[in-house]
């Protein structure tokens, strides 16, 4: 079956702008992580959520990051007065939620985010 | 707090020969290990990893990692690498009472020669 996709796969955005990116889980995944990568660093985690409500949201940097996830499935990432600083891959990630598989993640390709 | 310390940046091994990627993890109570790899251009993929139980897990593509809870250890290893096995990997970890909130080393970048 399809895998976790993420739109756009490349953003190109001038400081100050606003930017929304999209993840789609894998279907029936009830668990989805948001993570941001930077050169040379592993995955910094930012935020999961089981189903529509975000269960840890404790490594969104500021107050300026915020996701949702209405409807249980597609989540969007939303960054407002974007800085150099964010500047990243933004990694989202599900997993099946609960069982002993319940947190093997599986990832999407990640969106490549650029702050002139 | 939980953290992740993988103590090579690189590692080098010709084709055929053993391969070992390091792994150190700090964390409060029983440990969940994780192994995932990087290849170029494309998404993270899970490899393996410890909830509890024997302490050598198997995993994919031939790889296996061992638990040692006295040295707080996850090595990851492969009896005889391929060439293909290049890629970078993380080690990722996530305390029993932190479900979803995992910590991620910064890589290992293998290279396997021919």
């Known amino acids: 079956g399809a895998g976790v996709s993420q739109t756009p796969s490349n953003k190109v955005t001038e400081k100050g702008k606003y930017v929304e990116l999209r993840c789609d889980p894998i279907s029936g995944h009830t668990a989805l992580y948001w993570y941001r990568q930077s050169l040379g660093q592993g995955p910094e985690f930012l935020i999961y959520?089981?189903?529509?409500?975000?269960?840890?949201d404790s490594g969104l940097p500021n107050d300026r990051f915020f996701a949702v996830r209405p409807e249980g499935s597609v989540s969007t990432l939303k960054i407002q007065r974007t800085e150099r600083g964010d500047s990243a891959v933004y990694l989202c990630a599900s997993s099946p939620g609960q069982g002993a598989t319940g947190d093997t993640q599986y990832f999407g390709p990640g969106t490549r985010l650029t702050v002139l | 707090a939980q953290s992740v310390a993988q103590p090579e940046d690189q590692v080098n091994v010709a084709e055929g020969n053993p391969l070992t990627v390091k792994c150190t993890y700090s964390?409060?109570?029983?440990?969940?290990l994780f192994w995932y790899v990087q290849y170029p251009n494309r998404g993270l993929q899970f490899l393996l990893k410890y909830i509890t139980g024997d302490n050598l897990v198997k995993g994919s593509y031939g790889f296996e990692a061992e638990f040692n809870k006295s040295q707080t250890s996850f090595h990851l290893k492969k009896p005889s690498a391929l060439v293909s096995d290049s890629a970078l990997y993380f080690c990722a970890v996530r305390g029993l009472n932190s479900w979803g909130k995992f910590q991620f080393g910064a890589g290992t970048q293998v290279v396997v020669t021919p």
């Open positions: 964390v409060s109570g029983n440990p969940y």
């Open positions: 959520f089981q189903g529509t409500g975000a269960a840890d």
